[in-house]
Nanobody
Framework: VQLQASGGGTVQAGGSLRLSCTVSGRTLSTATLSWFRQAPGKEREFVVALRRGRMTSYSDSVKGRFTISKDNAKNTAYLQMSSLKPEDTAVYFC????????????????????WGQGTQVTVSS
């Protein structure tokens, strides 16, 4: 299984970015695809998950501002980020795990089998 994350960049506060995660070797409709992020000097944290291609779970810090979606034909997940804040600055990683992950387990990195390489998002104030 390979994951290719892209779409990061630098944007001003209040702006938007869309990240992509293209997956090969695993079908998104039968997996959990999550985004995590790691800010400088901090531990990696859970951002959002898409389970079985349809069930979404968001961290409180991004709820209402970020939206996860997918394109079945491209087996690609997207993270649309709006109303970005300087505290959203981080390296964003996508990861794939079992479709059977439950909500309380989504934040545990050990439950994910494969990870992308990360893409940098910088939000300037």
């Amino acid at each position: 299984v390979q994951l290719q994350a892209s779409g990061g960049g630098t944007v001003q506060a209040g702006g938007s970015l869309r990240l992509s995660c293209t997956v090969s070797g695993r079908t998104l409709s039968t997996a959990t695809l999550s985004w995590f992020r790691q800010a400088p000097g901090k531990e990696r944290e859970f951002v959002v998950a898409l389970r079985r291609g349809r069930m979404t779970s968001y961290s409180d810090s991004v709820k209402g501002r970020f939206t996860i979606s997918k394109d079945n034909a491209k087996n690609t997940a997207y993270l649309q980020m709006s109303s970005l804040k300087p505290e959203d600055t981080a390296v964003y990683f996508c990861a794939v795990g079992s479709e059977r992950l439950i909500t309380s387990s989504l934040w545990l990195e050990a439950h994910y089998d494969s990870w992308g390489q990360g893409t940098q998002v910088t939000v300037s104030s």
